[in-house]
């Protein structure tokens, strides 16, 4: 039985993670459960238990609608990712906006996003986890609370 | 968890820590690294979910140390 239950759960996990990379938004867990051979509530049930499973994404407060799967967002952020020039998905944050790469094997992933000091661009490009382009050339990471839930603030601050 | 045109750009943010005025920057080489460790390449396996993210958190402390980070801010674990 916990094997079925871990079986179903990496099935649902990887059905959002391909549905986000193929239509750059996670599907609805109605969507899913019919082929998982689930009914819709277990379905629900199901989502849930992934989303414990995977604390570092979230769904919107008080419903049932992935807002984050990281590397990539169903909420938009500012970090905008573009591959085969088709702009339709994004990154959870800047950090995991590095991580995206490794969804798009063989492909050349761009990010984009508004600096949030002056509102001029940042752009990255990646391939296969290589940095290929950095505009400006002294783009930074920046943590601004570290990691932790002890200490009070969201971490994609 | 933001990317800024610079440190300076970073310093001038409305809503900069000054906490992290010290601690908080990350090269993008390292950033790069840091957020391609094992783990990250099997995100489209089909057992991710059970088998790569449990390794997550052992990579990542391991990742930091390595670059000088082993820290409890980016640790994660609590300040003593």
Known sequence: MAETQTRLMDRMFQRIMHGLVDTGRPPHYAELAPGLGLGVEEGRRLLHAVMSAYPIGWLHPETDYIASFPPLNGLPTQYRVTVRGEQKWFAQCGFEATSVTWLFPGQTVRIDAPCLDCGESV???????RLVDVDPPGVVGHLNYGFGP????PAFL | MNLFRSEEHARRWPQFNVASETVGFISLTDLAGFFGTETRRHMLDADYLSAWFPRRADE??????R??????FW???PDT
Do not use: A, F, N
Not at chain 2, 60 to 65: K, L
């Open chain 1, 123 to 129: 752009t990255i490009q990646m391939r296969d986890g």
């Open chain 2, 75 to 77: 640790l994660g674990t």
């Open chain 2, 67 to 72: 670059i000088g980070k082993g820290i409890p």
């Open chain 2, 60 to 65: 990542r402390r391991e990742y930091v140390t």
């Open chain 1, 150 to 153: 002890s200490r009070g603030r």
